[in-house]
């Protein structure tokens, strides 16, 4: 992941920990997006990088990190590498 300092790191690794996903998932998640003031914006998956294409799981990350509370001091351009083993 870059564009996020540790505190941030561990804060959405334990947002995104509380999804439940049907087990036999396995697969590389991309996503990139902008933070504005503590604000999530333009979440975008990178579907070049996509190892399995399962729209549920996808949208159900996606809109996760939409409801993640993201820091107010946090700014710029992140982006986050899922690895899945369920």
């Given at each position: 992941?870059?564009?996020?300092?540790e505190?941030?790191?561990?804060?959405?690794?334990?947002?995104l920990q509380?999804?439940?996903?049907?087990?036999?998932?396995?697969?590389?998640?991309?996503?990139?997006f902008s933070?504005?003031?503590?604000?999530l914006?333009?979440?975008?998956l990178?579907e070049?990088?996509l190892?399995?294409?399962?729209?549920?799981?996808?949208?159900?990350?996606?809109?996760?990190?939409?409801?993640?509370?993201?820091?107010?001091?946090?700014?710029?351009?992140?982006?986050?590498?899922?690895?899945?083993h369920?």
């Amino acid at each position: 992941m870059t564009g996020l300092d540790e505190i941030e790191i561990a804060d959405l690794t334990q947002h995104l920990q509380q999804l439940n996903f049907a087990s036999g998932f396995t697969g590389e998640i991309v996503f990139e997006f902008s933070v504005n003031k503590g604000q999530l914006e333009r979440v975008v998956l990178d579907e070049e990088t996509l190892t399995r294409k399962d729209g549920v799981v996808v949208e159900k990350i996606k809109r996760s990190l939409l409801l993640w509370r993201v820091p107010p001091s946090t700014d710029g351009k992140v982006i986050l590498t899922l690895h899945l083993h369920v």
